[in-house]
């Protein structure tokens, strides 16, 4: 690939100039330059600047927007250029004064060197540069060969000084299919203790990156597993080495074959084609989907063998999944949706051999806020997660649900109540707690199959007065 090649933005090429002619070397660094050399388009320019004082940095940068100095004890200035917002940073040294990874003394220094700079940096696919004006890749810590070699390796000695940075390792590994560096397994496992510095926002930044942009998701499970920092993760740590019955899966214990489901996920429609918050949800509730597996496997007789087994699984995940997503600090709207789908992940097992109206209804609602759809989506995973086994037998029931919520128009909704106050209003009964029992009722009644619109609940509604106690007070006659 051609150094001159860089596509660089014409706006931001104008700033650079007048950076330049500032007294500055501007080069352009990190995720993308990384990028671009891996084949992919780059969408974050952020610039380090050598050569010129931060006071002079922005003037010259004043011309072209509104300019930001938040960061200035970090050395650095935002400017949004044509509605693009770039960041010009000085080089700078920093050192340790605190827990964390924000415990840090920093000073800027233009004269500092573009090895020690690079240095500074968490790994060396990251510590790429490129000089927009003499069209070179500067590459003093070979992160080009690390990134052919697809290989996570630590860009220097500071990169104990902060351990957000083995949790970016897990993230990274999994979006650009890296395997981490023996020296940096031990230089992560050297840190291991540091975990509780990290506030959960952060945590839960990377492990955010990771169910929404993994191209590989089990590569960032095993950097998890060589970095010593599985153990911070209590539910996934315990899910390693717990056996599984060979017959049914080939693949290995429950960790690996989780590995494999996290795979297969990232390779299906539903999780490619979803927006960010449908990938996060199914990533992490196939990531979680066997947690229960820990503490319900045991050795039963079953068809005439001595099998490994794990009854009750599914509903004893779905605790364990919050508890671990709580501990991540993942949104509400992902601690909401994601258990109902560890637990109702078999839903397709137990004997079920088709789906009638009812079934379907049920489920949708015990799902709910997740889906059908998104359940689906766990199941095929799940199921494809058995390298070699796959079972078309399972696979035909996990299309027949589909099918039928497809049928019913619940596949990416629950079904909603048909019967509601207003109708036993009208008809001149006052609200009060009578109203919930009918309307309980009522609903029971829909998802039955009882009546689908609302022509047809008004008239279970007249049957229903009639026959039952209702305990509703009229207020005036209908």
Known sequence: MSAASFPLPRSLRAALDAVR??????????????????????????????????????????????????????????????????????????????????????????????????????????????????????DPLDGQRDLQARRLRHAGPAFRDDPLRVLRAFQLAARFELTLAPETARECNAIADTFAELPVERIWGEWDKWAVKSAKPSLGLRVLKESGWLRHFPELAAINGVPQEPEWHPEGDVFTHTEHCVDALAGLPAWREGTPETRRVLMLAVLAHDFGKSTTTAREERRGKLRWVSPGHEAAGGPMAEAFLRRIGAPLGVVERVPPLVVH??????GQTDFRDTTVRRLARKLAPATIDELVAVMTADHLGRPPLIAQ?????????????????????????????????????????????????????????AFNDEAGAVSWLENYLRTQPPGLTLVNKP
């Open 345 to 350: 992940h078999l839903a397709h097992h137990h």
């Open 21 to 138: 002619q500032a007294g500055g070397r501007p080069h352009v660094v990190g995720g993308g330059v990384r990028d671009w050399l891996l084949g992919r388009e780059p969408k974050d320019f952020d610039v380090e600047v050598f050569g010129v004082e931060f006071d002079a940095l922005g003037r010259a940068l004043a011309p072209f927007g509104a300019t930001d100095l938040v960061g200035r004890s970090f050395g650095v200035i935002k400017v949004r250029i044509e509605g693009v917002e770039y960041d010009f940073s000085l080089p700078r040294r920093e050192s340790k004064t605190g827990a964390g990874h924000r415990g840090f003394a920093v000073a800027t220094d233009p004269t500092i060197t573009e090895t020690e700079a690079a240095a500074r940096r968490d790994f060396t696919i990251n510590a790429i540069a490129y000089d927009p004006f003499a069209g070179r890749i500067i």
């Open 393 to 449: 037998d399972t696979m035909r029931r996990i299309e027949q649900l589909q099918a039928a919520a497809a049928r019913l128009k619940i596949e990416d909704r629950a079904p909603r109540p048909i019967l509601q106050g207003r109708h036993l209003v009208a008809r001149g009964f006052a609200p009060g707690p009578a109203f919930k029992v009918a309307l309980d009722a009522a609903f029971e009644s829909q998802l039955d199959g």
